[in-house]
């Protein structure tokens, strides 16, 4: 939860409120005006409100919140087996852009770029990624991650993903989801939450199974609605 909020100094009242969630956004609470009045903030991505304490006698004067951080979720790989290294990019604020390369067989690399305090942080697991799809973040998260795998012995094989965001998006089939009795679809989400990292197993070439990192997405700007 955020809660955004105006101050007058001269009368020393808080004029307005406005609280957000992950899921929506109140009404104003109050009114405000932009010559007189100081906007702050309460509130941040990483966590969540559980408590208020302030000062108030007539009119409400000050306003502070108690916080605790918000659950952290990492997700099963798509195919928890012994093929491939084993790596994990830990977690970020969340994802900005997602660089795949792949041939007709297989997912040879995935790389992401991560937001980490406003520097772009870069992780990349096989070789050669050259497809993009960026993110308008930090108005727009990554969701979801739709994928085919394929077990060819003696080693299972991502052969597709398509990604999804908070804003009804969808990158194109990255790869190749060819007809196949073995081929096997996964989805990595978490209804309510937006990636923030991800883990897997990969070899130079080859990449071998994905999971990933969530975390609550964060209250909308403002005008904007989230896919739920």
């Not at 007709?104 to 993009?132: I, L, P, Q, W």
Request: glycine share 10%; with cysteine.
């Amino acid at each position: 939860m955020f809660i955004d909020g105006y101050y007058n100094e001269t009368s020393g009242v808080i004029q307005g409120l406005q609280f957000k969630t992950n899921m929506k956004t109140s009404e104003l609470m109050g009114c405000y005006d932009d010559e007189t009045d100081t906007k702050f903030s309460l509130g941040s991505n990483s966590n969540k409100i559980i408590g208020f304490h302030g000062y108030a006698e007539k009119y409400l004067n000050s306003i502070g919140a108690y916080s605790t951080s918000l659950p952290l979720t990492r997700g099963d790989l798509c195919h928890n087996n012994d093929t491939g290294y084993v790596w994990d990019d830990g977690t970020f604020q969340g994802v900005r852009k997602v660089y795949v390369y792949h041939d007709d067989y297989s997912m040879r690399c995935v790389r992401f770029d991560y937001d980490n305090n406003g520097k772009v942080e870069s992780r990349e697991h096989g070789s050669k990624a050259a497809v993009t799809f960026v993110l308008d973040y930090p108005t727009e998260f990554l969701t979801s991650v739709e994928g085919t795998s394929v077990y060819r012995y003696p080693q299972s094989r991502i052969t597709s993903f398509i990604f999804k965001t908070s804003k009804g998006r969808a990158s194109p089939i990255f790869g190749n989801a060819f007809s196949d009795d073995q081929l096997v679809k996964f989805v990595l989400e978490k209804k309510g939450c937006a990636f923030v990292g991800f883990h897997g197993r990969s070899l130079s070439a080859l990449l071998n199974a994905l999971g990933a990192y969530f975390l609550p997405m964060p209250p909308p700007q403002d005008g904007e609605k989230l896919e739920e």
